[in-house]
């Protein structure tokens, strides 16, 4: 019905940035929220930034003021920019959405994951 492709991952050194892409694709009637995940090593997976259909965002405390999250709604994607980047932001990070793929049907969607390793 509907699937997520991320990109944008990698290795970057501490104090760097990263923007990683998500795009939607498939029978998609209408968006009610997107965003990241991450898991890392040894952790449960937690919320990054979510944005909702109205607009409407909200981050971890631990990225606030230095993650961005942001979509293009032609385009069916969803960004992440990752400024100042810390070692312990090394997870893999996971797109998630809920999406309306027809009126009254929705389903909770996750990406294959993208690998982010900061290095100190």
């Known amino acids: 019905q509907v699937q997520l492709v991320e990109s944008g991952g990698g290795l970057v050194q501490a104090g760097g940035s990263l923007e990683l892409s998500c795009e939607a694709s498939?029978?998609?009637?209408?968006?009610?929220?997107q965003g990241w995940y991450r898991q890392g090593p040894g952790t449960q997976r937690e919320l990054v930034a979510t944005?909702?259909?109205?607009?409407?965002?909200d981050y971890a405390d631990s990225v606030k003021g230095r993650f961005t999250i942001s979509r293009d709604n032609a385009l069916n994607t969803v960004y992440l920019q990752m400024n100042s980047l810390k070692p312990e932001d090394t997870a893999v990070y996971y797109c998630?959405?809920?999406?309306?793929?027809?009126?009254?049907?929705?389903?909770?969607?996750w990406g294959q994951g993208t690998q982010v390793t900061v290095s100190s």
């Open positions: 998630n959405a809920r999406i309306y793929y027809s009126q009254y049907s929705w389903g909770e969607y």
């Open positions: 498939g029978s998609i009637f209408r968006t009610v929220a």
């Open positions: 944005i909702n259909a109205g607009g409407a965002i």
